[in-house]
């Protein structure tokens, strides 16, 4: 495979269940991030991984775990959400730098109960 | 706190029609613009990247320009087809991981 590849593609929970979604980068990159698409307003960055380690977290409510186990995968570890937490959630990978562009998978479909 | 707006939020034009997209941003000091392409429920697709020293990019029917000293960037689109119904996100990049987002402009083009 080749690009961003990320699955499950939809994902329905209650809000007791613990479920993780998981993406990975075919590209070589060496940063990661998780970003949540809400209907009407701008992606938000959720956490950021660069060199397996995460350099930024926007204040993203504890139920939302992330974990980077190497430079290829990422996942994104849910408990107890909210319906409030239905939305896309894209992984996007790049190389670690300023200037270069971040490549996005196809995104995960989570609706919560 | 860098913020990104993008207008009209949505626009209809027939086929075959050139269009421009219009994305402004509120602080100058960017590293890059990027635009992407987002089909309904799916991931996002780059299109074109312009690195702040840059004033356009193309690629095919695609043009986009930066004037970041005022703050905005188009994208142009040449020659409109059915195929090109989606949504427009443009994005500017302000440090090594900060990428804000515009919500975008809907775009369907009528056969």
């Known amino acids: 495979e080749t690009g961003v590849t990320q699955t499950p593609r939809h994902l329905v929970m209650g809000m007791t269940n613990k479920k993780s979604l998981k993406c990975e980068q075919h590209?070589?990159?060496?940063?990661m991030y998780w970003y949540k698409q809400s209907a009407k307003k701008p992606l938000e960055l959720m956490f950021v991984y660069s060199l397996e380690e995460r350099v930024e977290n926007n204040s993203v409510p504890s139920r939302f775990s992330p974990e980077c186990p190497n430079s290829s995968h990422l996942f994104l570890h849910l408990h107890t959400l909210q319906p409030e937490d239905s939305a896309l959630y894209l992984c996007?990978?790049?190389?670690?730098?300023?200037?270069?562009?971040?490549?996005f998978g196809p995104g995960t479909r989570l609706t919560v109960l | 706190k860098q913020e990104v707006t993008q207008i009209p939020a949505a626009l209809s034009v027939p086929e075959g029609e050139n269009l421009v997209l219009n994305c402004s941003f509120t602080d100058s000091a960017i590293y890059n613009l990027q635009w992407f392409r987002q089909d309904p429920g799916k991931g996002l697709t780059s299109l074109l990247l312009i690195q702040s020293s840059q004033r356009e990019q193309t690629s095919g029917r695609l043009n986009a320009s930066l004037d970041k000293s005022s703050g905005r960037s188009t994208l142009y689109i040449a020659a409109s087809q059915p195929g090109d119904s989606a949504t427009y996100l443009c994005a500017v990049k302000t440090g090594a991981n900060n990428l804000f987002f515009g919500t975008g402009t809907r775009l369907t083009v009528i056969p």
């Open positions: 996007a990978s790049s190389l670690q730098s300023s200037y270069n562009e971040q490549f």
């Open positions: 590209l070589g990159h060496n940063a």
